[in-house]
C-alpha cells in the first residue's frame, strides 16, 4: 500500500519529487522511502535521476508504465 501512495503522490505533483520531500509528505521514515522507491523502480513504475543540484540527492519520476498503472486505477476508483 505504501508503494500506491508513493507512485500516486510522484504522479499527481506538478514537480519530480526527493526522497526527502516524499517520506515528508507521507510521513515516513527515510527508510521506508527508499525501500518504496526501490520496489517501484524494480517494477519499472518509477526511475531516479541525479538532482542538477544536489549530487547526494535523486529525483523520481514516474514511468510511462506507472502513468498508465495510475490512469488505469482511476478509471477503477
Do not use: F, W
Amino acid at each position: 500500500m505504501r508503494q500506491l501512495a508513493v507512485l500516486l503522490i510522484c504522479h499527481t505533483s506538478s514537480r519530480r519529487e526527493t526522497m526527502t520531500t516524499l517520506s515528508e509528505k507521507l510521513g515516513l521514515r527515510a527508510q521506508a522511502a527508499h525501500y518504496s522507491i526501490n520496489r517501484l523502480t524494480g517494477a519499472a513504475l518509477v526511475r531516479r535521476l541525479p538532482h542538477p543540484s544536489d549530487k547526494r540527492a535523486s529525483l523520481i519520476q514516474v514511468t510511462q508504465n506507472g502513468r498508465a498503472l495510475c490512469r488505469r486505477l482511476r478509471q477503477t476508483i
